[in-house]
Each structure stands twice: as C-alpha cells, then as structure tokens.
C-alpha cells in the first residue's frame, strides 16, 4: 500500500503475516504537500506515480525488487499545482501505444490533462527514461479548474473514457466525460479526444472514480461532492443517475 500526505511524503506499506502495516519505505517526494498517489498494472512493474503543489508529477519504479530503492522520473511541464495523476488501464496503454513497453500516464493541472508516454524497459529516471507528453485537453478558455481525473476500465464491450472533475466558479462544479478514438485514414486531424457529455452537479466536488472492470457493458462512475455521493450509468453518451 501506498500513502501520501501533506509533509510532502510519500510511505509504502506491506502487511505481515500478522495482519498488521509496517513502512518498508519512506521518500520524501516533493517540495509542498502531496495530493494523490496511484499504483500503475503490475505488469509493467512496481511503479506508481504522485502529484503536488509543487507543479511536478513524478513517477517511482522498485528497482530488482528491492523494496527500499526507488527511482524517480519527475514530470516538470504544469506551471500551476498538478491536482490528479491516474495510470490508463493495460488494455487502455496498449491501444493508444501500439507497445506493451509503454504505459499511458494522465495528469491533471488547473488548465490542462497531459497524456505521458512511458517506456517502461528502461531505468525509470531522468537520464535513461524516454518520457513523452502531450497536452490532450485545455481549460484555459473554459470556466473552472480542474481537480481529478478516473479512467473507465478497460472491456471489450466499452469504449475509452476519460472523466475530468472540474470546480468551477462561486462553488458550481461539474465532470465532462472525454471520449478517445483512433483518427480514420481521412481524419488528418491530431485532435482524438472530444467531449461527449457535461454532468453539472449541485455542491462542491470532491472525488471521481469509474467502478473496476467486471466485464459488464456499462461505464459506472462514482461521484462525491461535499453533501452527496452520486453513482452514474453511462449509456451510449447518456448519462442517467444510477444510485
């Protein structure tokens, strides 16, 4: 288990054979408090990735399964506090890649998600990581800002989507869900993410989460706010309250 905390901490956990949590490791990550922590699929490896209000993202990988050496690659691109980090499902990474080396990690800053490209066959770290990233959504024209982030799971029956929590102006606050698909051989344009739906909700957002992959057709999204917690069905670009 991984946790993260305002002393600018991150701690991994393991539990013994006597139920209880001991630190196996302490790193001091970043240089102002540490806003979420998430665990990439273990196939790439032992990897998560942090976020902070010090403007970076950085992704740690356990080297020859030690579990006190870690390395870092920080992601130095946002100018403005990084809010949310999420790794894209294996299926996700493997689509949008074409490689089963590289991993997909989505960050999120005030105005804009940026989409990394990691290769994972490789020292994770400034010097022999081949890190790429592009800027995939942009806020900076539209009201609010940005505060989390959740992928749908992957399935052979849904379609990639992406959830973007915003908080916007005097309180209001609303999730747009982001559809990704591959341009046709006469759709020159670089542009593969479009907004598909707006969700506006009725007090201040706190948290998005897409339900894990069971194998249903349907994309349920978890939603909490200040006064309430809200489930979503998304059906076909609809969105009907579930719970």
């Known amino acids: 288990m991984a946790t993260c905390s305002s002393d600018h901490k991150v701690k991994i956990w393991e539990k013994l054979e006597s139920g209880t949590w001991t630190v196996v490791k302490e790193i001091m990550a970043h240089y102002s408090p540490v806003w979420r922590v998430t665990w990439a699929h273990p196939d790439y490896g032992t990897i998560l990735a942090t976020c902070s209000m010090d403007h970076r993202a950085t992704i740690w990988r356990m080297m020859n399964d030690d579990k006190t050496n870690w390395v870092k690659k920080e992601l130095t691109d946002s100018s403005t506090p990084v809010t949310d980090v999420k790794f894209a499902p294996r299926t996700w990474s493997d689509m949008m890649t074409g490689s ?21 066959n490789s020292e994770l770290n400034d010097t022999y990581c081949d890190c790429t990233s592009e800027n995939i959504i942009d806020y900076s024209d539209e009201p609010g800002k940005i505060s989390c982030l959740s992928w749908n799971s992957s399935s052979r029956f849904t379609n990639l989507v992406l959830a973007v929590g915003v908080l916007g102006g005097k309180g209001g606050s609303r999730v747009d869900l982001y559809n990704f698909s591959e341009n046709s051989l006469s759709d020159r344009s670089p542009k593969k993410w479009s907004k598909i739906v707006s969700i506006p909700l009725t007090s201040k957002l706190h948290h998005v989460a897409f339900r894990p992959n069971n194998g249903a057709r349907d994309n ?7 006064a309430e917690l809200v489930v979503f069905k998304i059906c076909s670009e609809v969105v009907c309250t579930y719970f």
Not at 220 to 226: D, R, S
């Open 220 to 226: 349920i999204l978890a939603v909490a706010t200040e």
């Open 100 to 120: 089963p080396d590289q991993l997909r990690l989505a960050a999120c800053s005030e105005d804009k998600v940026r989409l990394y490209t990691v290769q994972v």
